[in-house]
T-cell receptor, first 116, second 115 residues
Framework: AQKVTQAQTEISVVEKEDVTLDCVYE???????LFWYKQPPSGELVFLIR??????QNEISGRYSWNFQKSTSSFNFTITASQVVDSAVYFC?????????????FGQGTELSVKP | NAGVTQTPKFRILKIGQSMTLQCTQD?????MYWYRQDPGMGLKLIYY???????DKGEVPNGYNVSRSTTEDFPLRLELAAPSQTSVYFC??????????????FGDGTRLSIL
């Protein structure tokens, strides 16, 4: 069975602090894809990043960085120098090959609150 | 570029009423999905379609029906609304299939309350 766990339900930080959102996944498949989505207070889902199971390179995009470690089945997301606009719910998701038409398996989400 | 469009954005239903949530995409994607998001939870798959005329159940299909008569449209039908179906519903589309590393494109959601 496949599963995604985001153990942090809520995180509150003060602006300019760094924050890491944890994501742990479970799958027996050797080929899979991982995604992060942002859901701001307006409610839409915004795609942030994808990672293939065979590509363990970390990635940095501006203040965002992602650390993918297959050895620990983790795909963590770090925001550096957080800003109020980063306040949102963040979802980690997993797609396995052949699974129900490529459905995404979502974690429960982490609600990030960045206070000024 | 409209992407994935869902209507309505909000709706209140009475128990036992029926309604159809509309979803249309203009990207010629062959895969489409319906998810529901309950408070404090991630999204769960209701139904999906891999092309016109082909649909299949997801994790939580009970109480819902879908059809896919065209590539563009994938409506979700609630026949007898129940309070347990109060949720936010998201439609999504994907160009290629389960082996794709492309992200799903999501609509803005329909917030449905059943009283």
């Amino acid at each position: 069975a496949q599963k995604v766990t985001q153990a942090q339900t809520e995180i509150s930080v003060v602006e300019k602090e760094d924050v890491t959102l944890d994501c742990v996944y479970e799958t027996r498949d050797t080929t899979y894809y991982l995604f992060w989505y942002k859901q701001p207070p307006s409610g839409e889902l915004v795609f942030l990043i994808r990672r293939n199971s065979f590509d363990e390179q970390n990635e940095i995009s501006g203040r965002y960085s992602w650390n993918f470690q297959k050895s620990t089945s983790s795909f963590n997301f770090t925001i550096t120098a957080s800003q109020v606009v980063d306040s949102a719910v963040y979802f980690c998701a997993l797609r396995v090959v052949g699974g129900q038409g490529g459905k995404l398996i979502f974690g429960q989400g982490t609600e990030l609150s960045v206070k000024p | 570029n409209a992407g994935v469009t869902q209507t309505p954005k909000f709706r209140i239903l009475k128990i036992g009423q029926s309604m159809t949530l509309q979803c249309t995409q203009d990207m010629n994607h062959n895969y489409m999905y319906w998810y529901r998001q309950d408070p404090g939870m991630g999204l769960k798959l209701i139904y999906y379609s891999v092309g016109a005329g082909i649909t299949d159940k997801g994790e939580v299909p009970n109480g819902y029906n879908v059809s896919r008569s065209t590539t563009e449209d994938f409506p979700l039908r609630l026949e007898l609304a129940a309070p347990s179906q109060t949720s936010v519903y998201f439609c999504a589309s994907l160009q290629t299939g389960s082996s794709s590393n492309q992200p799903q494109h999501f609509g803005d959601g329909t917030r449905l309350s059943i009283l």
